[in-house]
Every structure is written in structure tokens, then in C-alpha cells.
């Protein structure tokens, strides 16, 4: 949110452990949880204010306790915006609008429930590999691939960042050509899919038949 | 339909998850079935109404309190160390 400078105040709030593991144990105490917000503000760099909720997650269960919510508050003191998993590209467009009409009221219908997970499949991978190994396979069990995914787009970066870590909402006509570019693989897997022989009922595989002989 | 005011809420708060199943111990597929249920139903505060005062402990000392910062406006996010 570089681009509004002054015009705007990011504020985060520490959480429970959303993946624990060995080193990253539940809490059992404020201090434990304070230790590790100044860990994340040092060594993820973090140039925003980084507050630290309590043991229980009072003010977290207020705002509803969801894993990666970030709210728009406008200069009444008012929700002008609910984003329920965090994406920067929604964010700017409400942040926008909100500027807009002098930093008050609602915009863009108050609240987006898509599940953006592009952001999280590309820069997750940090946060999760601290709860290492139990983090990954209870990710795993509860959802397969769920951990792999993280993996896989953290190793990706440099080819995925520029989608899934930007800042702004892209043109419309990269969406469109990303949309083409979606359909003609699909299109281009169906056509190579259903260009394959199909195997006659009973016919022996030539790998079978070149070990046989 | 009236929406509950801050106070409301807070008072309310007993109601919620205790500090032990707060901080669970394990990530298991209840919590994501929870994630989908809270999304669906945009659990939270609603737009339009007002944010709930609070008052933090922040990185490098001191406390910051919402009330004292609402302009400009404030980008609220909620993250995890892990």
C-alpha cells in the first residue's frame, strides 16, 4: 500500500498460532506470544505497526476470529470494508473508492468473501515452515495438498509473484488475456486427451511384449 | 434487522472460545469446515457499523488504542506468526 503514503495507517494484529508445530507450541501466555510478534516484525521487516492481541484472542474473536482478515475502518470509526482473506489488488480498489468520498462511508458493497489464497500460496510457505513437521502434516491431513501447494508456489516466486503479489488490480485486458491463455491449455489438454488411440479391449501393453520376447 | 453495538459484543465475548480452545494445539479439518462457515456468513463486524474500540500491547513498546487513530483511515489486519 506504498502508493497511499500518508493517506492511509496499516495496523496488524498477532494472532494464535495458526499452524503450531515443535518450536511454534500454542501459547500458554501473553509473553510467549509477544516474544514472537517482535520475532515476525523483525525478520519478515515489517515497516507497519504490529500490535499484539491477548492470550485468549479477545479483540481476534470480536472481529470474528477468522485466519487472514483485514478490515477498511474509515475516519468515523466505521467498517467502510470487510476483505475476509486479505488481497491487496481488492484492498487498493476499496481503499480508492473510500478516498474518494472523503474517507467515510461504505464502498464497494462493504465486504468480500472470495477466498484469495494466491498471496498465501506464494509467500505462506515462510510462516508454515516454522511449525515444521507437524504444521505440514496436519495441513495435509485436513486438506491434501494444502501444504505441497505453499511449497510449490514459494519455490515459484519469481514466476508467480507478479500475479499473485501485486498490489494493484490488473488491467482489464490482462485479465482477459490470462483468461485466454486459461482456456486455450484447457482446450489444448482436451484436444491432445481425446486425439490418443484408445487401447483395443484386451491388448497387451508393448512394454509386456517387448520384455516377453 | 438491529446489529449489536460494540459493548454488546464484548460482554458477549464469555460466550466465545476459551483461551485453551482458542490457542489450539493442532490445525484439524473442524477449523477449516469453521473458516468456510465464518465466510459464508461474513462473521465479523458488518459494514457500516462501527469498529470496536480496543486497546494493544505494539512492537516496541507502549499501547496503541483505536479510538485515538482513525484518521486517516486504518487498514486492520489480523495475521499469525506460523
Do not use: C
Amino acid at each position: 500500500m506504498a502508493h497511499f503514503g500518508d493517506r492511509v495507517r496499516l495496523v496488524e494484529v498477532i494472532v494464535r498460532q495458526g499452524h503450531p508445530g515443535p518450536d511454534v507450541p500454542p501459547y500458554e501466555s501473553f509473553e510467549q506470544k509477544l516474544r514472537d510478534a517482535y520475532r515476525y516484525k523483525e525478520l519478515e521487516s515489517i515497516p507497519w505497526t504490529v500490535l499484539v492481541d491477548d492470550l485468549q484472542g479477545t479483540v481476534h474473536q470480536t472481529y470474528g476470529s477468522l485466519a487472514d482478515p483485514t478490515y477498511l475502518i474509515d475516519n468515523d470509526g466505521r467498517v467502510a470494508y470487510y476483505n475476509i482473506w486479505t488481497h491487496a489488488p481488492t484492498l487498493y480498489r476499496a481503499l480508492s473508492a473510500l478516498l474518494a468520498q472523503d474517507g467515510r462511508g461504505v464502498v464497494l458493497g462493504g465486504v468480500d468473501r472470495r477466498p484469495h489464497l494466491g498471496a498465501t500460496l506464494t509467500n505462506g510457505w515462510p510462516a508454515l515452515r516454522r511449525g515444521l513437521p507437524q504444521s505440514a502434516v496436519d495441513l495435509e491431513t485436513s486438506v491434501p495438498a494444502s501444504a505441497l501447494a505453499p511449497w510449490l508456489g514459494y519455490h515459484l516466486r519469481p514466476l508467480l509473484a507478479p500475479l499473485t503479489l501485486r498490489e494493484r488490480p490488473l488491467p482489464p485486458a490482462a485479465k482477459v488475456a490470462l483468461g485466454a491463455a486459461a482456456v486455450g491449455i484447457v482446450l489444448l489438454g482436451l484436444r491432445r486427451a481425446l486425439a490418443r488411440p484408445a487401447r483395443p479391449a484386451g491388448a497387451t501393453a508393448p512394454l509386456q511384449l517387448a520384455g516377453a520376447g | 434487522m438491529q446489529l449489536p453495538d460494540a459493548t454488546q459484543r464484548f460482554t458477549e465475548l464469555d460466550k466465545t472460545e476459551t483461551a485453551e480452545r482458542y490457542n489450539y494445539g493442532h490445525f484439524r479439518p473442524r477449523l477449516v469446515a469453521g473458516e468456510v462457515v465464518k465466510t459464508v456468513g461474513a462473521t465479523g463486524i458488518a459494514p457500516g457499523e462501527r469498529a470496536p474500540d480496543f486497546e494493544l500491547p505494539m512492537v516496541g513498546g507502549g499501547t496503541w488504542r483505536l479510538a485515538h487513530h482513525l484518521t486517516p483511515p486504518i487498514l486492520l489486519r489480523f495475521g499469525s506468526f506460523s
